[in-house]
């Protein structure tokens, strides 16, 4: 594969992609596949930290950790398939649905791009499920994980809320099942910045991209159980808000099970931790990754 240099504070799209190290099941990478992503670059010897976004939101998630995290390590953020920046860069899988393997893959070539060969990663929402793919596709690229919003397990309200989104999904316009649910996901009056930002982000995204996302929730549940019996030899950090109603309780019953992750609940805060409290989030993140790099 040929490796193009990079520079800081540079954005780029990533060059065609060849030659992963594992194809998902049943399913052949294109080689042509291209994630949009951006490298803020301390210095050659610095630690990576790569960054990835939930379902509807981008980058742009990762705005108020961008500047604390730079001055620390070598930062990469992504636009997710269908995301942000990435939104027109798919047309070799128009017409057929995604997986979760597809989605980890994807960022892995950026990696493999970049010449990358370790990195902490950061997630949020569905971004740390996609994580703990990465960790078992290539484990020995993930130095740490730092698990925002994690989402281990569906409760009965938000697998109440996927069958909602599958059975109106067909015949209500998606910007108004969008902000219902992130309304529940994100209530409070303290969660509006959270919330506008995914609407916001989420109007970009094509409609045809948004239901291939919402094919992925069909296999969420038994990939949950199988992350969670995992419990990956990974030093891990949940950061999650003392108010994410939907996904707290079970994470810290993970947590209890796992000698190699922590669980630090931030104050005042929902589901998008990282945007509702930003001071919190970053100092606890970065000196977790510190006391590992």
């Given at each position: 594969m040929n490796r193009n240099k990079h520079h800081p504070d540079s954005a780029h799209y990533a060059a065609e992609v060849a030659g992963h190290r594992m194809e998902p099941s049943g399913n052949t990478p294109a080689p042509d596949a291209r994630l949009f992503y951006k490298t803020y670059l301390k210095s050659p010897d610095a630690p990576w930290v790569t960054f990835i976004h939930g379902v509807g939101g981008s980058s742009i998630i990762w705005f108020k950790q961008i500047r604390d995290f730079s001055t620390h390590f070598n930062v990469l953020v992504v636009d997710l398939r269908g995301h942000g920046r990435s939104r027109d860069l798919f047309s070799a899988y128009m017409g057929r649905e995604y997986t979760f393997e597809d989605v980890s893959l994807d960022v892995l070539a950026v990696l493999d791009h970049l010449d990358i060969r370790k990195s902490h990663f950061v997630g949020v929402s569905l971004?740390?499920?996609?994580?703990?793919?990465?960790?078992?596709?290539?484990?020995?690229?993930?130095?740490?994980?730092?698990?925002?919003?994690?989402?281990?397990?569906?409760?009965?309200?938000?697998?109440?809320?996927?069958?909602?989104?599958?059975?109106?999904?067909?015949?209500?316009?998606?910007?108004?099942?969008?902000?219902?649910?992130?309304?529940?996901?994100?209530?409070?009056?303290?969660?509006?910045?959270?919330?506008?930002?995914?609407?916001?982000?989420?109007?970009?995204?094509?409609?045809?991209?948004?239901?291939?996302?919402?094919?992925?929730l069909k296999d969420v549940n038994p990939l949950l159980q199988y992350q969670v019996e995992q419990n990956p030899r990974i030093p891990t950090l949940y950061l999650m808000g003392d108010e994410d109603h939907l996904f707290l309780h079970p994470v810290k019953e993970l947590v209890a099970r796992n000698e190699l992750a922590t669980l630090i609940t931030i104050e005042n805060s929902g589901h998008v931790c990282n945007v509702d409290q930003p001071m919190a989030f970053n100092h606890h993140a970065i000196g977790f990754i510190n006391g590992r790099s």
């Open positions: 971004g740390t499920i996609l994580i703990r793919v990465i960790a078992e596709i290539d484990p020995q690229r993930v130095e740490s994980m730092v698990l925002a919003g994690a989402i281990t397990r569906l409760n009965i309200r938000s697998r109440f809320l996927v069958w909602v989104a599958k059975v109106f999904k067909p015949v209500i316009p998606f910007m108004w099942l969008y902000r219902l649910l992130a309304r529940i996901l994100m209530p409070n009056k303290r969660h509006k910045e959270s919330r506008y930002l995914f609407i916001k982000e989420a109007q970009k995204i094509y409609r045809r991209e948004i239901n291939r996302w919402f094919k992925l």
